[in-house]
């Protein structure tokens, strides 16, 4: 056995996760550097609300009303916020094949050119229609990074931090809706048409940054290897980890060949067998992450990508602002900013805890408790007094993004990203961009006929719309969600062909680990006696 910076790598310890999270300092900037590129989602998911609360833009895009105000009808509204996930499902169809064939790192740059071309065209707009074509080409470079950047990281990562740094991910978005949230609050004091071009303009700058170290970004190692390139997958480790001891990267090479064997030998041969195709579109990934070893795993990845949606993330992250305007609250972009700040240290706090508490706990107890609040926020719509229901509304909707935060906000994302077996994970996750977009396509084209003054105008009440899916999310992720925490990607195979319920993981887990270190003793209770014996 050999140490590297005293840890034994050739084993995955789960006890060893801090000790080996201090080497970790060059992995993390690779980590945050691809994680930037989702930020382009988190400015994207709030631009809509944001942009619609700048006078400015309403007056460029808007309709003049009785009283000389501007208002962005609410079928404009609905349609550039549902552009965006609609283009994320089309692209994710095409593009997650084609980083299964080609691999990961050549999808950055065409995505960061393509981000390029959206924002300029939303910038340069006459009218709303082409700011719609915009978002929409926006789209589709949101959701190829959405599909490249965690499955780089979980495929890189060693498995005992694999939660830890998943959490960039969500972190990522949160901050992308927190940057454009100042960026807007700082616009606002500007007149003219800067005031809307300023948040527009700082989107350039997530394309710029992946676009400069794309020379230098290294291939995901784990799809070198599946290629059989080992020597190329060495040197992706080297560049990605710094290490000056080789004897790391032979030991994180084997030990992607022998997940990569194990997971062979469990679930057969896929590339021995003719494909299957759909109009001359090879589907053999997609379909079997439908079939019966795999069909409950993906599922399970899906519903925890999608169950954000449906408790109601959209409405309070991505409206935030404009509803504050429109239940009467004076200061709505500083109530806002506010509100991010509290998102963005939220999830932050999320990254230790998913490996200190796990994922299962972190998840499935703080949904039922978001809906409860969501009940409370239907309710408080309801009441008379608007002003001091207002209020009730603000401060429930701050405690309640502080706890989705730390709960299916980050954590949802970690848990649906290394749900998959490794060799479905890439198709796995384009099946999670495509449902998560699918969600938002729904939830953006609804939520603005839900809240916009000459549509539904429910106010708080629409707490009552979200509560009802809320409870769906809850009740599903009871059955469906594993405790995953410390578990390698063998076990989480193993326990799935075992037929084991998903929320009885931890506790098999544990019965097995107690009955190993029983027999281990026993044994060596028994090897002692006999040398005893023999002197």
């Not at 895009?61 to 549902?82: C, E, K, M, T």
């Not at 030998?265 to 067998?273: E, P, W, Y």
């Not at 326990?495 to 281990?520: C, D, H, I, S």
Request: overall charge neutral; aromatic content about 14%.
């Amino acid at each position: 056995m050999h140490l590297i910076h005293g840890i034994d790598y050739s084993v995955v310890n789960p006890d060893n996760k801090w000790k080996i999270l201090r080497s970790q300092s060059r992995f993390a900037l690779w980590a945050l550097l691809i994680s930037s590129g989702v930020v382009m989602q988190g400015f994207d998911i709030v631009a809509g609300g944001q942009l619609a609360a700048l006078p400015a833009f309403r007056e460029k895009f808007g309709v003049l009303q009785d009283d000389g105000s501007y208002l962005i009808p609410a079928h404009i509204l609905s349609a550039w916020n549902s552009i965006a996930p609609a283009t994320e499902i089309v692209i994710t169809f095409i593009f997650a094949p084609l980083i299964e064939k080609f691999g990961r790192k050549w999808g950055i740059l065409a995505s960061s050119l393509i981000s390029v071309a959206g924002v300029l065209l939303q910038q340069l707009a006459p009218d709303w229609r082409m700011h719609l074509a915009g978002r929409g080409v926006n789209g589709i470079a949101i959701g190829m990074m959405f599909t490249i950047s965690p499955l780089w990281i979980g495929e890189t990562c060693r498995p005992e931090l694999r939660g830890f740094f998943l959490c960039f991910f969500n972190t990522s978005i949160v901050f992308g809706q927190f940057a454009i949230v100042v960026v807007c609050q700082g616009s606002s004091q500007i007149s003219g048409q800067w005031q809307w071009w300023l948040p527009v303009v700082a989107m350039y700058f997530f394309p710029f940054i992946l676009t400069i170290i794309w020379p230098f970004f290294p291939e995901s190692p784990y799809w070198l290897v599946r290629r059989g390139r080992r020597i190329e997958a060495k040197k992706a480790l080297q560049r990605i980890y710094g290490f000056k001891e080789e004897e790391y990267y032979e030991i994180e090479v084997s030990r992607m060949e022998e997940e990569i064997r194990l997971t062979g030998d469990l679930h057969g041969n896929i590339d021995a067998r003719p494909p299957r195709r759909v109009l001359g579109i090879n589907v053999e990934l997609e379909a079997e992450c439908f079939d019966a070893t795999n069909r409950k795993r993906t599922l399970t990845a899906i519903f925890a990508a999608s169950a954000q949606q449906m408790i109601g993330a959209t409405f309070v992250i991505g409206y935030a602002t404009y509803f504050f305007e429109l239940i009467g609250i004076q200061n709505y972009f500083g109530a806002s900013v506010a509100l991010y700040v509290v998102m963005l240290v939220a999830s932050m706090s999320a990254f230790p805890l998913t490996e200190i508490y796990g994922r299962r706990f972190l998840i499935v107890g703080p949904q039922f408790m978001l809906c409860f609040m969501l009940l409370i926020i239907g309710i408080l719509g309801c009441v008379p007094d608007k002003t001091k229901a207002s209020w009730g509304i603000v401060a429930l909707l701050y405690v309640w993004a502080l706890i989705y935060q730390l709960s299916i906000g980050a954590t949802g994302f970690v848990l649906a990203s290394e749900i998959a077996t490794m060799r479905l994970r890439a198709t796995t996750q384009g099946l999670i961009t495509i449902t998560n977009s699918a969600w938002g396509l729904i939830m953006q084209f609804t939520v603005p006929y839900m809240i916009n003054p000459d549509a539904g105008n429910l106010g708080g009440k629409v707490g009552f719309i979200f509560l009802g899916t809320g409870l769906i999310a809850g009740i599903g992720g009871w059955y469906l969600f594993p405790e995953t925490k410390g578990l390698s990607f063998e076990k989480l195979d193993e326990l799935y062909a075992m037929k084991v319920p998903p929320r009885f993981f931890k506790k098999v887990v544990e019965e097995t680990t107690g009955r190993n270190n029983a027999a281990g003793l026993v044994d060596t209770a028994k090897e002692e006696g006999a040398g005893v014996e023999h002197v």
